[in-house]
């Protein structure tokens, strides 16, 4: 029996399995890997405090937000940014001494 992968017209996969008769049946593909969001790199990361100013600030201008707010909660965005890499970016620094002096067993 052959197998063929692909993708429909909005991009669902499906698997179509060919018989010797040459009859089709169509079942959804489920060898899907599961992708799990990683929070604890992506709240240290730059680039998604960046995201969220960029994605912040023409909102409040849309509203009519006088540019003496938007430029105070962009800079309140950025600075809690910052505080939460560098909670994180110890937090790991911590983790790591812990592992190296203790064995790995907190000991």
Same mark, same amino acid.
């Given at each position: 029996? @052959?197998?063929?992968? +692909?993708?429909?017209?909005? %991009?669902?996969?499906? /698997? !179509?399995?060919?018989? *010797? #008769?040459?009859?089709?049946?169509? $079942?959804? $593909? !489920?060898?899907?890997? #599961?992708?799990?969001?990683?929070?604890? $790199?992506?709240? /240290? /990361?730059?680039?998604?405090? @960046?995201?969220?100013?960029?994605?912040? /600030?023409?909102? &409040?201008?849309?509203? =009519?937000?006088? #540019?003496?707010?938007? !430029?105070?909660? *962009?800079?309140?965005?950025?600075? =809690?940014? *910052?505080?939460? @890499?560098? &909670?994180? *970016?110890? +937090?790991?620094?911590? @983790?790591?001494?812990?592992?190296?002096?203790? %064995? +790995?067993?907190?000991?």
């Amino acid at each position: 029996m @052959a197998n063929y992968y +692909g993708d429909d017209y909005f %991009g669902d996969h499906y /698997s !179509t399995d060919i018989d *010797a #008769e040459n009859t089709t049946e169509i $079942q959804p $593909q !489920t060898d899907f890997v #599961e992708t799990k969001i990683n929070w604890k $790199q992506k709240l /240290s /990361s730059r680039k998604f405090w @960046a995201l969220v100013v960029g994605f912040v /600030s023409p909102l &409040l201008l849309a509203f =009519g937000v006088g #540019e003496n707010v938007v !430029t105070q909660v *962009a800079a309140i965005i950025a600075a =809690g940014g *910052a505080v939460v @890499a560098y &909670l994180f *970016a110890e +937090g790991m620094v911590d @983790a790591s001494r812990t592992d190296t002096a203790g %064995g +790995g067993d907190g000991k």
